[in-house]
């Protein structure tokens, strides 16, 4: 059973965090990726790949010429629940 949008996104986005040496924090919608987070570009690609492998979906592929806005988790749990609808 694939774990919900919410839950990967969180469990990516602290995989990230402790592999590059930082403090793998607990992760709310509201939270800022680059602020609150201090995800950077690099880090925003591998957990975009982390969450391709777990969620078997990448929404930016699939909507080629379509740019999202990605801030925050909660954008990022909306472009992920859309593309698996």
Do not use: C
Not at 14 to 39: N, Q, Y
Not at 79 to 85: K, V
């Amino acid at each position: 059973m694939k774990p919900s949008v919410s839950d990967a996104i969180s469990s990516a986005i602290r995989t990230v965090l402790h592999d590059t040496g930082r403090e793998a924090k607990a992760v709310e919608p509201s939270m800022l990726l680059s602020s609150d987070l201090g995800l950077d570009s690099l880090d925003l690609a591998q957990t975009i790949v982390l969450l391709e492998r777990s969620l078997g979906v990448d929404p930016f592929r699939a909507a080629a010429g379509t740019r999202h806005a990605i801030r925050t988790v909660a954008d990022l749990i909306a472009i992920y629940t859309e593309a698996m609808n």
